[in-house]
């Protein structure tokens, strides 16, 4: 019933273009899962049924596939328009609320705790100013996996320093 619709998803997939947002991100990484495992879930899914987003109206799919270790996932997928043309330039619309100024930004992100802490500083957000939305593509997706997995060569040690709030 969602063949043609999955095999987009898919296609997008593969081409790496699409977005999560830090939203998901960090609900992705609270349950053990990588990008790999979500890419992985969608590959060999199947379209559970259609949902409506309650913000846009638009029609979005509950996938359930098997992570890259043989679990199972669940994921929640919707096609989007990313970019709107415009008379010579390109003008990036949000995939959440639909108005168009997002902007490119840079944040830092802590993974892990305690002595398996990293810090990544510069990494590539787009964020809305319209609804505060922030996303990360496919290909900052994939490189923040590649950081965490090679940290031990990647990453340079330094001190960090902590302050308590006054009580």
Known sequence: MFDKILQRIRQKIGAQQYVRTLHAKEEMEDDGLTIYDIEQGIMTGEVLERQKDRATSEPKYRIRGETVGGGEVEIIAKLSLTYTLKPRKCQMVCHYCR???????????????????????????????????????AATLHEIERIKLQRKTLAVERLVEVASFPL
């Open 99 to 137: 108005k168009e100024g997002v902007q490119n930004r840079r944040i830092t992100r802590t993974y892990g705790k305690g002595e398996d802490l990293l810090v990544i500083e510069n990494i590539p957000v787009v964020s809305c100013p319209n609804c505060g939305e922030r996303y990360l593509t």
